[in-house]
C-alpha cells in the first residue's frame, strides 16, 4: 500500500448534481495529482496542487475544480455532472511536484 | 497532440516465461517513463522507470528499454508469475507550466496462464 487513502470508494450521482472526492496525501508529501481513468483507458491528468495552489491543469473544463489544505490532503469538486464524467478517479502524491508519485486506490463515480 | 500509445492491448502468457510488453511515445521533450502495475479495484503501482538519458534499467525480474531513435519502450517481465496478471501502463513524465504531468497510455492487459 503506498499510504495514499481516498474517499469515499464508490458513489453514486446523478446527471447535474456535485460531488466532492477527498484524498489524503503520503505522510511528508505536499503535491497531489488528480487524474480520470475512464473504464479501459490509462489515466488522464486533470491538475496538480502543490503547497495549497494549483500547479497545472489538463484538458478538463473549469467545473473541475480542487482545494489543497496546510496539511497536504485534497479535494476534487465536479459541478454539473454529465454521464461522461462516470469513472475512477485517482489521486496519487509526491514528495514534490517532480518526483515518483504515489497513487490511491481511487474513487469510483457512477453518474446516472 | 501528444500521446503515448501501446502496440498490444492484452498479452497472454505461460507461468515461467518472459513477459514484453511494448509502448510507442511521441513526446520526445519527456524527462523520463515509467511503468505501472494497476490490479482489478486498485490504483496504478510503481513498477520501474527510466530517464530520458538511459537505454536500460533492470529491477528485480523487470527490465525497461528505452529507445529514443524509433521512440519505443518496452517492459520485460523475467519468469512471469500469476501474481504478475494485471493492467500495464506505460507513462512519460513531462514538465509543462511549471507541473509535472504523467501522461498515460491505454494500457495492455496481461493474463499469466498457470
Known amino acids: 500500500e503506498t499510504g495514499v487513502t481516498q474517499s469515499p470508494t464508490h458513489l453514486i450521482k446523478t446527471r447535474g448534481q456535485q460531488v466532492t472526492l477527498r484524498c489524503s496525501s503520503q505522510s511528508g508529501h505536499n503535491t497531489v495529482s488528480w487524474y480520470q481513468q475512464a473504464l479501459g483507458q490509462g489515466p488522464q491528468f486533470i491538475f496538480q496542487y502543490y503547497r495549497e495552489e494549483e500547479n497545472g491543469r489538463g484538458n478538463f473544463p473549469p467545473r473541475f475544480s480542487g482545494l489543497q489544505f496546510p496539511n497536504y490532503s485534497s479535494e476534487l469538486n465536479v459541478n454539473a455532472l454529465e454521464l461522461d464524467d462516470s469513472a475512477l478517479y485517482l489521486c496519487?502524491?509526491?514528495?514534490?511536484?517532480?518526483?515518483?508519485?504515489?497513487f490511491g486506490p481511487g474513487t469510483r463515480l457512477t453518474v446516472l | 497532440g501528444e500521446s503515448v500509445g501501446l502496440h498490444l492491448p492484452t498479452l497472454s502468457v505461460q507461468e515461467g516465461d518472459n513477459s514484453i510488453i511494448n509502448c510507442a511515445y511521441s513526446?520526445?521533450?519527456?524527462?523520463?517513463f515509467i511503468w505501472y502495475k494497476q490490479e482489478s479495484g486498485k490504483g496504478p503501482q510503481f513498477i520501474i522507470d527510466?530517464?530520458?538519458?538511459?537505454d536500460k534499467r533492470q529491477g528485480q525480474r523487470v527490465t525497461v528499454l528505452l529507445n529514443k531513435t524509433v521512440k519505443h519502450l518496452s517492459l520485460q517481465i523475467a519468469a512471469t508469475q500469476p501474481g504478475d496478471s494485471a493492467v500495464y501502463f506505460c507513462?512519460?513524465?513531462?514538465?509543462?507550466?511549471?507541473?509535472?504531468?504523467?501522461?498515460f497510455g491505454k494500457g495492455t492487459k496481461l493474463s499469466v496462464i498457470p
Open positions: 496519487a502524491s509526491s514528495v514534490d511536484r517532480d518526483n515518483e508519485q504515489f
Open positions: 513526446n520526445s521533450a519527456s524527462d523520463y
Open positions: 527510466i530517464r530520458s538519458n538511459m
Open positions: 507513462a512519460e513524465a513531462s514538465s509543462w507550466a511549471g507541473s509535472y504531468q504523467l501522461t
